[in-house]
């Protein structure tokens, strides 16, 4: 462990002040005798003291080495500049984090101090924990805003068109909330005789997110409804929290049927909004969002069927005007088809003619490929490439033997010149060579040797070995 509380050092001087008085008092009795600890015990005291000293404490410090093991547990080190100490979260505390921690992270937390006596470590055993500086809420819907995004649940491109006039809205809310009176109202003033189809939920409280993601996989399995609402009114962040759950969120998402999320205020924000295919300020403005106003409506569609019968009438006075040119065109069809058929013969008898000429042309360009044929024989020209390949043959033969001559002609002047040069005939003249034993200097002055030195001479038919009697000089 990096640092200690003061009280340690306080601590362990007592034990060794009250150990040094309880030894004095010994020896003054002259008693053998002296108290051991085993390390369990020693462990187990400082455990007792911790756990006494210390059962409940907040603590403030930095997430670091953050693991989870298969069993659900978090660990990480808790540290400030000068130290730092092992902290624990168990799994059935760490279910109840709105939040999830991560390294980094500034948090402040409330446990006790304990020891885990395996590895005599001391740490903390925390119950709870939030962020310093932001709500764990506030957090907890940052951490899962920017996953969801990163999954693409926000992604425009999967978000659905609502449609124009809907025949069937289906409404998540709370049944006695003054939200759906407020809905009602405004659809029955802009559009009256609508089919309305309400899933009651709780919009607070730790149930509320399971029932509203239901009431989506309900009106997307069991009925035909073109739109579906869920909304409440406005609130704290942690009213509004069961639109911020995971479950509502992917149930939105995974809705075949376009919904629009209308939750709290303008100001107010939810996980729900992002996902929704459609986000309304309100739930009123959601309520005059989903339809149209039937007045408008009416009007529109009085201008399109002005605007139709326009066109169909102008496209039928096209058709007219088409069909009295036609008229006039085939007012005597009998003489078209006679020209028709005075055509038809023109055009074949020019492609007989046509014809005829191909194949003429084709005969002719035959009859000229065959003559070049004939002249150009293949085996008449197997028969020169034979020739040249015979006269080749020959040549290359004679080239090969003068070659052959002429260099062996080269390679016995050379050796005649070797042996003209060889030290050997120039031994067999007569001639000898001598050097000095045992250093085999060859000798050619007779100064270099002295009498009785030892010396061997070679002739061209062996070697003498010879001891000086007498030099002389020239």
Not at 291 to 315: A, F, P, S, T, W
Not at 395 to 403: A, F, K, V
Request: some cysteine.
């Amino acid at each position: 462990m990096d640092c200690l509380p003061s009280f340690y050092t306080l601590t362990a001087f007592c034990y060794i002040y009250e150990y040094t008085f309880y030894e004095d008092t010994v020896k003054s009795m002259e008693l053998p005798f002296r108290y051991i600890l085993t390390v369990s015990e020693l462990t187990q005291e400082i455990k007792d003291i911790f756990e006494e000293k210390f059962p409940d404490v907040w603590v403030e410090g930095e997430v670091s080495n953050l693991r989870i093991p298969p069993s659900g547990h978090i660990y990480f080190t808790l540290k400030d500049d000068f130290c730092q100490i092992r902290a624990v979260l168990f799994k059935m505390q760490a279910r109840a984090l709105r939040f999830f921690p991560k390294d980094g992270l500034q948090i402040i937390c409330r446990g006790r101090v304990g020891l885990y006596e395996k590895r005599g470590d001391y740490q903390l055993i925390l119950e709870t924990v939030e962020p310093k500086g932001i709500g764990a809420l506030q957090l907890a819907f940052l951490q899962l805003k920017e996953r969801l995004e990163k999954e693409g649940l926000f992604d425009p491109a999967h978000k659905k068109s609502i449609p124009m006039i809907p025949q069937k809205i289906g409404i998540i809310t709370s049944p006695t909330g003054a939200v759906i009176q407020d809905m009602l109202r405004i659809l029955e003033r802009r559009f009256e005789n609508l089919h309305l189809l309400l899933y009651p939920v709780r919009v607070q409280g730790e149930e509320a997110s399971s029932e509203i993601a239901e009431g989506i996989k309900y009106l997307n399995q069991l009925t035909d409804v073109d739109v579906i609402i869920i909304g409440r009114g406005g609130g704290s962040l942690e009213d509004l929290w069961a639109f911020n759950e995971e479950g509502v969120a992917r149930a939105i998402y995974h809705s075949k049927i376009p919904v629009i999320s209308a939750v709290g205020h303008e100001t107010d924000y939810t996980i729900a909004d992002f996902v929704a295919d459609l986000r309304a300020p309100t739930p009123s403005a959601a309520a005059e969002l989903v339809v149209r106003d039937k007045r408008e409506v009416e009007n529109i569609l009085g201008y399109l069927r002005g605007r139709l019968e326009n066109q169909i009438i102008q496209m039928l006075q096209g058709y007219r005007t088409d069909l009295s040119y036609i008229r006039k065109t085939f007012k005597e069809p009998g003489k078209k088809i006679e020209q028709y058929f005075l055509r038809v013969d023109d055009l074949v008898n020019r492609f007989r003619l046509l014809t005829s000429w191909i194949f003429k042309k084709g005969q002719e360009k035959g009859l000229r490929l065959n003559e070049s044929l004939l002249l150009r024989n293949p085996m008449q020209k197997v028969k020169n490439i034979r020739l040249f390949i015979r006269e080749a043959n020959r040549r290359l033969e004679q080239n090969i033997r003068y070659s052959v001559e002429i260099q062996r002609r080269r390679v016995e002047g050379q050796l005649g010149k070797l042996n003209s040069l060889s030290p050997l005939s120039i031994l067999q003249r007569g001639y000898s060579i001598t050097w000095k034993l045992p250093s085999t200097q060859v000798l050619r002055d007779a100064s270099d040797v002295k009498e009785d030195d030892r010396v061997e001479v070679k002739l061209f038919r062996g070697t003498l070995t010879c001891r000086v009697e007498k030099t002389e000089r020239p």
